[in-house]
């Protein structure tokens, strides 16, 4: 075991506040990390003040992790000291049923074990990236290309990779016209990765105060969804939307955007439930779908893909004592566009 710098919140709603925990040992396969930056991501925030559910505390949150290996274990055979790596939102999961085998451990069917709030093989609690160190099974750890500086590269391994596989997943690319709903954390990298993949790219934000941001990130087109005539106007017109938002919405509203056969893929995951007029699927043959984050491979890949094409996020880069400020940007959607946390300060 190794005492360990770390925030935590002490407490469901209490304020994050700097603490030590305990990492253990570093095993025959596992890795320790020394992080540099961890990403906040709105799931931090639901979990941190349970609103997703009755959650573990302490917690650490931080599942966007970047920095370099400081030691391995005997058998680990794809990591060396010095390596730049990440974490994302999962270190480990039953490695044997179907998804597991597929390389969807996100859907692992006996439910993969997150980063933090979750108890791990030996029913010991998990622990995340706001914290200088972390030792994770080799298997769940990703390789961060050279030419991704660290700290952009840290939003990546949640919000990249969330983004990423249901644009895949539904074929996005070009000839395809994608909208994407919320231009936040995940909003802004699915802006830049659709853009990546070739489509066509609209962004439904709730204003048009980030329109010229989004146009830089990659988008053609922006539209503000607080105007009833984007609706008029842009009836019919995609093929995929992929929705972000935090909080619940009227999909009905924005299922009336698709094209017949169309898709909306939702990735955010409010608090409350919504209600939905079926109608709204069935005149166009329309799907409603989600999706959670990605597997192993796929994570890699999308880094891969993201250094190809000089992804990496637009970050503002906070000392740890600034998170609970950073917090409450975020629920007022000021956010531009990811809050990275430099490790450094805790
Ligand atoms: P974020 O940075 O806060 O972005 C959410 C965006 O949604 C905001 O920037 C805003 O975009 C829009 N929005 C917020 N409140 C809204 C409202 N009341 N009405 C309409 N639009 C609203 O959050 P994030 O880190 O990107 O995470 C987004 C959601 O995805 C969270 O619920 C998170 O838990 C979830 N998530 C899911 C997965 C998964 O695997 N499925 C992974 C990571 C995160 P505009 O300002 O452009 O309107
Ligand atoms: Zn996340
Ligand atoms: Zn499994």
């Excluded at 925990?21 to 992080?35: K, S, T, W």
């Excluded at 998990?126 to 500086?149: A, F, M, Q």
């Amino acid at each position: 075991m190794s005492t360990v710098a770390a925030y935590a919140a002490p407490a469901a709603k209490a304020p994050l506040e700097r603490t030590t925990i305990e990492r253990r040992p570093v095993g025959a396969f596992d890795v320790l990390i020394e992080i540099k930056y961890a990403g906040v991501c709105h799931s931090d925030i639901h979990q941190a003040r349970e609103g997703w559910g009755e959650a573990i505390f302490p917690m650490v949150p931080g599942h966007e992790i970047a920095g370099i290996v400081a030691e391995v274990g005997s058998g680990v055979t794809s990591y060396d000291v010095g390596d730049r790596v990440g974490v994302g939102c999962f270190v480990d999961s039953c490695r044997e049923c179907e998804y597991c085998k597929q390389g969807l451990e996100q859907y692992c069917v006996e439910g993969n074990i997150q980063t933090y709030n979750a108890l791990d093989k030996n029913g010991q609690p998990t622990y995340g990236g706001y914290s200088t160190h972390i030792v994770v099974d080799e298997n769940y750890v990703l390789r961060i290309p050279d030419s991704l500086p660290l700290d952009v590269a840290a939003p990546l391994l949640c919000a990249g990779i969330t983004t990423y596989s249901p644009l895949k997943h539904w074929n996005v690319g070009p000839g395809k016209n994608v909208a994407i709903l919320g231009m936040g954390g995940l909003g802004h990298m699915a802006v830049k990765i659709a853009h990546g993949l070739g489509a066509e790219v609209t962004v439904l934000s709730q204003s048009l105060r980030k329109k010229d941001d989004g146009l830089k990130l990659g988008a053609d087109h922006y539209y503000a969804t607080s105007d009833p005539k984007t609706f008029e106007e842009l009836a019919g017109t995609f093929d995929l939307i992929l929705s972000s938002v935090s909080a619940p919405l009227d999909f009905g509203a924005y299922l009336s955007l698709l094209k017949t056969d169309g898709t909306l893929t939702n990735v955010g995951a409010p608090e409350e439930p919504i209600s939905l007029n079926l109608f709204s699927l069935i005149g166009g043959r329309k799907s409603l779908a989600g999706s959670l984050i990605g597997g192993i491979a796929e994570t890699q890949e999308m880094l891969d893909f993201c250094a190809r094409h000089g992804i990496g996020a637009e970050i503002e880069l906070i000392r740890a004592d600034q998170v609970n400020e950073a917090y409450e940007r975020v629920l007022s959607s000021d956010v531009r566009y990811r809050f990275v946390i430099d490790v450094a300060t805790i």
